[in-house]
């Protein structure tokens, strides 16, 4: 009852500011977003939401074609100097017009290391006005993937920004409040009205964007519902059109109903456990003086003793692909041939254990969100029992995504669960991400399990620059054989995505599982 009235006050806000022609969307899912503030947290709902309002410098056509976006046309100067001509006339959402500046004044601010979003500009060294309406980008060194990349590089108002004293990204591990963080000044297709924390995020279509939509949308209601039972019932009951978080066993029911289609797609996302590998000791074990997870023994144990088929089985039913990489089909430098689940092994996992020192097991803690994944929580609680059948008991500590990954941000965990998409759909942003020894910049942005590998930092930084296909990907396999073979993750396997929807609903399936308003239509 009390979502339902949420739901009505909502939809009565969002027809107040619709005109009479409006087709409104709303669309529920689990996981609310953590901050409005675009350069804050690389999150894929929170992107999903933002990138409504944020725009870069260019963007993803239907087909996952790069496109112009607020830059109408680039040119190679030099392998390492990028001319972009700048769309002239496009004004924020308050009305001050999109300059070069605002450009450099972004590059500047998605750099500051309290966020977690420098792996978009990897590999600009500057960016260089040229004149109002043309920008340099000069490159460390040459960068095969740099379109795909600089996409989610979100361009902010420089004038705003500093008007309203938030020119330094939001702290959002140290739970930091800005301006920014609650208040959206794009160039996008939709502004953002309002966003109430675990309630709802509206939105309404920018009339003074600088392009046309494809679908008829002028209104989006984004509802959290973090509840499997009550997000199915608001789609039954007509309180939302659209559900992109469709709980696996109420697939079957939603297929069957006449008023509603399902509409299947795979998603470029990996469900993963990191293992913290670079404390000298673990925290919440009884191990003291020395990290067991430093030992490969231990981390192949780890990955013996999970029984993927049954997740997939009786978690998943049968909606996931079990996994043995970091890479999910659809990324470049996905390979079947690498890609081959390991079989549980019980008896081997207990003798790896035994030979690293630990004949009868120990302890740890997994963090795990509740609300973030497809069934998160329940294949964490599979995962604690699966271990113990090796002998390691494994204390569960499952949370809302929002405090969930504070902690991970803190290095405040000894294992946890995380789900990673690809947004360029290029290996080297996982390997780069999550592999990369940490550093200051973009390298290991989050590889918060401190793993460290010489060998693939060496094939990451080599990819990063090689622009030779062929060479490059032989670099791309090499450092995901070597991530799979040292067992430095848990994978468990990749997400296939089905969205529910009433039939009136038109709209393209995305495998970055961010549904864009712009593509869609309401009948």
């Known amino acids: 009852m ?31 977003i953590l901050t409005l503030d675009p ?42 100097q990028v001319r972009f001509e700048l769309r002239k006339g496009v004004k924020f959402q308050d009305g001050s017009p999109f300059t070069a500046d605002d450009v450099v004044f972004s590059f500047g601010r998605i750099k500051q290391p309290q966020g977690t979003m420098q792996i978009y500009v990897t590999g600009i060294n ?54 920014a963080s609650r208040n959206v000044n794009g160039t996008g297709p939709y502004r953002i009205i309002s966003w109430q924390p675990e309630s709802r995020v509206a939105m309404a279509i920018n009339e003074g964007w600088w392009d046309k939509p494809r679908g008829n949308v002028t209104q ?6 973090k509840s499997d039972s009550t997000r199915v019932s608001a789609l039954l009951s007509g309180d939302v059109d659209m559900v992109t978080d469709v709980p696996t066993q109420d697939i079957d029911k939603l297929r069957a109903d006449p008023r509603l289609k399902v509409v299947d797609g795979p998603e470029v996302r990996t469900i993963f456990i990191a293992l913290d590998q670079g404390s000298n000791e673990l925290k919440y074990s009884n191990v003291k003086g020395k990290n067991p997870f430093k030992d490969k023994r231990v981390r192949e144990a780890l990955n013996l003793a999970v029984d993927r088929e049954a997740i997939k089985r009786s978690i998943m039913r049968g909606l996931s692909v079990p996994a043995n990489m970091m890479v999910a089909p659809g990324v470049n430098g996905y390979s079947t041939e690498l890609d081959k689940p390991l079989k549980a092994d019980v008896a081997k996992a207990k003798k790896l254990l035994a030979d690293a020192g630990y004949p009868n097991g120990f302890e740890f803690q997994l963090n795990c ?3 973030r994944y497809v069934n998160d929580e329940k294949i964490c609680v ?20 929002a405090t969930f990954i504070q902690k991970v941000q803190n290095f405040d965990t000894s294992a946890y669960l995380l789900g990673w998409g690809v947004a360029t759909y290029d290996a080297q942003y996982s390997l780069q991400s999550l ?12 590889n918060f399990s401190k793993v460290s590998d010489a060998k693939v930092d060496q094939l990451v930084d080599a990819m990063k620059t090689e622009t030779d296909v062929a060479k490059r990907n032989g670099m791309i396999r090499d450092a995901l054989t070597r991530t799979r073979d040292e067992y430095l993750f848990v994978p468990l396997h990749h997400q296939i995505r089905p969205w529910a929807m009433y039939k009136k609903v038109i709209t393209v399936h995305r495998s970055d ?11």
């Open 2 to 32: 009390i979502l339902r009235a949420l739901l009505a006050a909502a939809a009565v806000t969002c027809a107040a500011l619709a005109p009479a022609h409006a087709a409104n969307l709303r669309w529920a899912a689990q996981n609310d």
């Open 39 to 80: 350069h804050a947290q690389n999150h894929a709902t929170t992107n999903a939401i933002l990138m409504h309002a944020y725009e870069g410098l260019t963007r993803y056509s239907e087909k996952y074609e790069v496109e112009p976006c607020l830059a109408t046309k680039w040119t190679f100067v030099s392998p390492t």
């Open 126 to 179: 500057e960016v260089k006005k040229i004149d109002d309406h043309t920008v340099d980008l000069i490159l460390a060194a040459p960068n095969p993937i740099l379109l795909r990349n600089i996409i989610d590089f979100r361009i902010m108002s420089k004038a705003w920004s500093e008007k309203h004293n938030t020119t330094k990204v939001q702290d959002y591990k140290a739970k930091e409040e800005n301006f």
């Open 220 to 225: 989006v209601l984004y509802t959290p519902i």
């Open 369 to 371: 969100p509740n609300n």
């Open 382 to 401: 599979a995962l604690v029992s699966m271990w113990a059948k090796a002998g390691l008991t494994v204390k569960l500590n499952a949370e809302g995504m």
């Open 435 to 446: 592999v990369r020894t940490r550093t200051t910049g973009a390298d290991g942005n989050f």
């Open 513 to 523: 599982d961010r549904p864009e308003a712009r593509f869609t239509s309401v009948k």
